[in-house]
C-alpha cells in the first residue's frame, strides 16, 4: 500500500516535466480547436475552389457553344493570376514561398480548364525528361502530356492538330542554344505561346550501389556537358555515351550492368533507379529554357517577350545589321537574346533569331517593328507571349 502514493507522485513528476529549450505545444483542448478550425477553413477552401471551376465553365461556354478546351486556353490571363497571386504571398509575408503559390493556383486552373477535356500538349519525350517537368509547370497536371521522339515531332503533331500545344528546350544558361528548335521555325507556320524557366538539376543514378560500380555513363549531350567537371573529378576514365534524351540514359541504366545514367529525380521514379549522386550539375544556377509552341497568337498580359525573325535586306553592305538593330535602341527597347543560323537559301546567308522586351501590338515595339521591315529581306514575329514566372 505504501508504494501507490510514490508511483502515482513520480508519474505527475514525468507528466509536467518540459524538456529544456523547448516549448510546450497546445493542450489537447487547444489542439482540437486548432483542428476544427482548418476543417472550416478547407470546407471553405473547397466552396470557393467549385465555384471557380463553375465559373471558368460559364466563360467557356459564352464564348463556344461546340468549342474544344484549346479554344479557351489563354496564357496572357493565366501569367496575370499567377503574377498576382505572387504580389499577394509577397505582400502578406507568406508563410508559403512564392513557388508553393504559384503551383497550387497553377493546378487549380489545370483542373478548372480541363472540366470538359484535357488539353493535348506535345513534349520531346520520353516520359521523365526535364521537358516534361516544363509541361507541368506551365499547365498543370491536368493536361494530356504526349511524350514524342525528337523536336520535328513535336512541331508536327502541333500543326496537323493532334496535339493543341508542345513544348521544346529552346537555351541553357550554360551551354547555349538548341539549334534543332530554331531551324524548325524557318518552315514552321507555328508561333511561340509561352516560355518556361526551369532549374535543372542533374543526378547520377542506376541499378549499382556505388560509384565504383560505374563503367559508363549514358545521358544527353548537353547533360554531359553541363556535368563535366564533376564527372572528370569523380569518375576519371569513365566512358560518357551521348543518348537522344536522358530518359533514354536512364533506361538504358536500367536494362544494362554498369550502366549510369544522368537525369532528373523523375526518371530514377520511373525507371526505378538508385540515386547513387544528387546534383553533380557545374553550376548551382543551371537553367533551361522551353518554349510553348501552338497555333495562334495571344493578346498582351502587360509583362511580354517577343521573338522576331529577321534578315537584312542586303547582307553584304556595311552596317546591315546595325541598321535591324538600331531602331530598337533608339526606342528603349532591350534586346534579351540574338542568334545567328544559315537561312538554308544560298551559301552564308543568314538570318538572325532575336528577342525582345515587349509585345509587338504594343508601343513602342509596334513602331519599331515597322521600321525594320523597311531595312530587312524578312521580318516574322514568330510570337508575343508572357515573360516567364519564377
Known amino acids: 500500500g505504501l508504494s501507490m502514493p510514490k508511483a502515482k507522485k513520480s508519474s505527475r513528476r514525468r507528466a509536467t516535466a518540459r524538456p529544456r529549450g523547448r516549448t510546450a505545444g497546445p493542450r489537447r483542448p487547444e489542439l ?170 542533374h543526378n547520377l543514378m542506376g541499378r549499382m550501389g556505388m560509384l565504383e560500380e560505374v563503367r559508363r555513363v549514358c545521358a544527353h549531350q548537353q547533360a554531359l556537358a553541363q556535368c563535366r567537371g564533376w564527372l572528370e573529378e569523380h569518375l576519371p576514365g569513365i566512358e560518357r555515351v551521348p543518348v537522344a534524351s536522358n530518359a533514354e540514359g536512364a533506361r538504358r541504366a536500367r536494362d544494362e550492368d554498369g550502366t549510369a545514367a544522368i537525369a532528373g529525380t523523375a526518371a530514377a521514379e520511373v525507371y526505378g533507379l538508385n540515386l547513387l549522386f544528387p546534383e553533380i550539375e557545374d553550376r548551382p544556377d543551371n537553367t533551361t529554357r522551353f518554349l510553348v509552341i501552338g497555333r495562334k497568337t495571344f493578346p498582351p498580359s502587360g509583362r511580354d517577350k517577343t521573338t522576331l525573325l529577321v534578315s537584312a535586306a542586303d547582307t553584304d553592305s556595311p552596317g546591315a545589321l546595325f541598321q535591324l538593330l538600331e531602331p530598337f535602341a533608339r526606342h528603349g527597347i532591350s534586346m534579351t537574346r540574338i542568334e545567328s543560323r544559315p537561312s538554308r537559301k544560298r551559301r552564308w546567308h543568314y538570318v538572325f533569331f532575336i528577342d525582345l522586351e515587349g509585345h509587338a501590338q504594343v508601343e513602342p515595339l509596334a513602331t519599331a517593328l515597322v521600321e525594320i521591315k523597311a531595312h530587312s529581306s524578312l521580318c516574322k514575329v514568330l510570337g508575343s507571349y508572357p515573360q516567364a514566372i519564377i
Not at 516520359?127 to 513535336?154: C, D, N, W
Open 32 to 201: 482540437e480547436s486548432i483542428r476544427e478550425r482548418i476543417d472550416e477553413i478547407d470546407a471553405d477552401l473547397h466552396r470557393l475552389i467549385n465555384e471557380r471551376a463553375k465559373l471558368a465553365r460559364e466563360v467557356g461556354i459564352s464564348k463556344h457553344q461546340d468549342g474544344h478546351t484549346v479554344d479557351f486556353y489563354r496564357p496572357e490571363r493565366e501569367a496575370q493570376v499567377l503574377r498576382l497571386a505572387r504580389e499577394r504571398n509577397r505582400r502578406e509575408h507568406g508563410p508559403l514561398r512564392d513557388e508553393e503559390i504559384l503551383r497550387l493556383f497553377r493546378e487549380i486552373m489545370s483542373a478548372c480548364l480541363a472540366q470538359q477535356e484535357p488539353l493535348k500538349v506535345g513534349f520531346l519525350g520520353p516520359e521523365g525528361t526535364f521537358t516534361q517537368q516544363a509541361v507541368l509547370k506551365q499547365f498543370g497536371h491536368s493536361v494530356r502530356a504526349l511524350p514524342l521522339t525528337s523536336i520535328e515531332e513535336v512541331f508536327h503533331e502541333v500543326e496537323a492538330g493532334s496535339a493543341d500545344f508542345g513544348v521544346v528546350p529552346i537555351e541553357n544558361s550554360s551551354e547555349g542554344t538548341v539549334n534543332n528548335t530554331l531551324d524548325m521555325f524557318l518552315s514552321s507556320p507555328l508561333h511561340i505561346c509561352g516560355e518556361v524557366e526551369l532549374l535543372i538539376h
